[in-house]
C-alpha cells in the first residue's frame, strides 16, 4: 500500500510530534482510545526506537462481542528513526489471535513542492493476511496516518497556552 500526504507544516516539528507527542494526541483521535508509551531508547545503531501501546475505540454490536477477540482493540506500535534521516520506520501487532500478521512501513517526510509544506509518504505491507484483511488494513491505516498528521497539523498552528 502507498499514500502520499501532503501537511502544510514544516518537516522537524511534524516528525517531533510523531516521536514526542504522538500518545498525547491520541485520545483525540476518533478511532483510538488510548495510547501510552511502553519503552524510548537509542538502539546500538544509533537509531532510536519508540515502543507504544494504542488501544483502538471501536463501538461493537451486542450480538458480535462474544465473536471479537478483546486484544483486536490493542495493538503495540514501533517506531524506528535513523539518526539524520527523515524517514521513521513502522511496525504495528495486534494482540488479538484471530487477526494474523502485522503492518509494517515507512514514513518518509520530504519537502513539499513550494516549500510550503511537507510530503509525507506512506508505504504499508501487511504480512501474512489475505486480500480481503489487506483491503480493510489499508483503509484503516491510511485513515490513521491521515487524521493523526490532521491533528498533528493543527496542534502545531495552534498558538502555545
Known amino acids: 500500500?502507498?499514500?502520499?500526504?501532503?501537511?502544510?507544516?514544516?518537516?522537524?516539528?511534524?516528525?517531533?510530534?510523531?516521536?514526542?507527542?504522538?500518545?498525547?494526541l491520541a485520545p483525540l483521535l476518533p478511532h483510538v482510545e488510548a495510547a501510552q508509551v511502553l519503552e524510548d531508547k537509542v538502539l546500538p545503531t544509533g537509531e532510536r526506537?519508540?515502543?507504544?501501546?494504542?488501544?483502538?475505540?471501536?463501538?461493537?454490536?451486542?450480538?458480535?462481542?462474544?465473536?471479537?477477540?478483546?486484544?483486536?482493540l490493542d495493538w503495540t506500535l514501533t517506531l524506528r528513526q535513523p539518526t539524520?534521516?527523515?524517514l521513521?520506520?513502522?511496525h504495528a501487532a495486534s494482540r488479538a489471535v484471530q487477526v494474523p500478521g502485522c503492518c509494517e512501513g515507512t514514513l518518509r517526510f520530504l519537502p513539499a513542492a513550494g516549500g510550503r509544506g511537507t510530503?509525507?509518504?506512506?508505504?504499508?505491507?501487511?504480512?501474512?493476511?489475505?486480500?480481503?484483511?489487506?483491503?480493510?488494513?489499508?483503509?484503516?491505516?491510511?485513515?490513521?496516518?491521515?487524521?493523526?498528521?490532521?491533528?498533528?497539523?493543527?496542534?502545531?498552528?495552534?498558538?502555545?497556552?
Open 1 to 24: 500500500m502507498k499514500l502520499m500526504m501532503v501537511v502544510m507544516q514544516p518537516l522537524e516539528p511534524l516528525m517531533q510530534v510523531l516521536m514526542e507527542r504522538a500518545c498525547e
Open 49 to 72: 526506537q519508540l515502543v507504544q501501546q494504542w488501544r483502538a475505540h471501536v463501538e461493537v454490536p451486542v450480538l458480535l462481542q462474544p465473536h471479537l477477540d478483546p486484544g483486536l
Open 84 to 86: 539524520g534521516v527523515a
Open 88 to 90: 521513521v520506520r513502522f
Open 119 to 161: 510530503r509525507i509518504e506512506l508505504e504499508a505491507e501487511f504480512p501474512r493476511t489475505g486480500e480481503g484483511l489487506r483491503m480493510i488494513f489499508s483503509e484503516l491505516v491510511s485513515r490513521h496516518w491521515r487524521t493523526f498528521f490532521d491533528l498533528a497539523a493543527s496542534r502545531i498552528s495552534a498558538p502555545a497556552a
